[in-house]
């Protein structure tokens, strides 16, 4: 394992834990879009934490197939948080409660979250990266070809690959939890969760 990996898989480990920590310091109730929203960062670090550990153990090709899994329930849960307001989040709550899954696309999903948070980056993300995480976990060619080697089949992935992976876990672990403190207006998760964002970002930059 490379010394940069180590870093990375070490970084990702102290996040995990310590949004852990921070998502048990307090009892989930009320609403029932806050237990929803909470049940999906719950869903996001149960992935996260197997991706972490799948990493760690070399199991490359089944980290690579968690991320868009990961991705849907960061997305879900910041679409709900961010347009709570809507008909379209109000019905796809009263659904789920009723055991039917009606929510929209990923693309009008993170197209309603742009809308409502004034930003683009959501919906613009989504034509670089969804191709690819649908790639990884259905088997396509991106991942077919990190199986193909020269002399023999077997798992041939990237260092740079595997550290991207794990950082964009990383990333979409955190801002999944930033949709529950702002919805659930936990200032202090917040602050928390920004300063990782920034440690995280600034980390990834000094390895450029």
């Known amino acids: 394992m490379s010394k940069d990996l180590g870093i990375t898989i070490q970084t990702a480990e102290e996040i995990f834990n310590k949004i852990k920590r921070w998502m048990e310091e307090?009892?989930?109730?009320g609403e029932l879009s806050d237990r929803i929203i909470a049940s999906y960062v719950l869903i996001v670090m149960n992935h996260y934490d197997s991706i972490i550990n799948l990493t760690?153990?070399?199991?490359?090709?089944?980290?690579?197939?968690?991320?868009?899994p990961l991705y849907e329930a960061y997305i879900r849960a910041t679409w709900i948080s961010s347009n709570i307001t809507t008909t379209e989040?109000?019905?796809?709550l009263k659904d789920l409660t009723k055991g039917r899954d009606n929510?929209?696309?990923?693309?009008?999903?993170?197209?309603?979250?742009?809308?409502?948070?004034?930003?683009?980056?959501?919906?613009?993300?989504?034509?670089?990266?969804i191709g690819a995480f649908n790639n990884y976990?259905?088997?396509?060619?991106?991942?077919?070809?990190?199986?193909?080697?020269?002399?023999?089949?077997a798992p041939h992935f990237e260092v740079e690959d595997i550290m991207g992976g794990l950082q964009g876990a990383s990333y979409n672990a955190l801002f999944a939890v930033l949709a529950f403190a702002s919805h659930t207006k936990n200032d202090t998760l917040a602050s928390n969760i920004?300063?990782?964002?920034?440690k995280l970002a600034s980390q990834i930059k000094d390895e450029e």
């Not at 307090?26 to 109730?29: A, C, L, T, Y």
């Not at 683009?120 to 990266?129: A, E």
Request: with cysteine; proline share 1%.
């Open 89 to 92: 989040v109000k019905k796809a």
């Open 103 to 129: 929510f929209p696309s990923l693309w009008e999903m993170t197209k309603a979250i742009d809308t409502s948070l004034k930003v683009d980056s959501f919906y613009k993300m989504q034509g670089y990266i």
């Open 26 to 29: 307090g009892q989930v109730e």
């Open 56 to 68: 760690k153990s070399e199991h490359h090709i089944s980290a690579s197939a968690l991320a868009r």
């Open 137 to 153: 976990t259905h088997g396509g060619t991106h991942l077919i070809s990190r199986c193909l080697g020269e002399e023999k089949i």
């Open 194 to 198: 920004n300063k990782e964002l920034h």
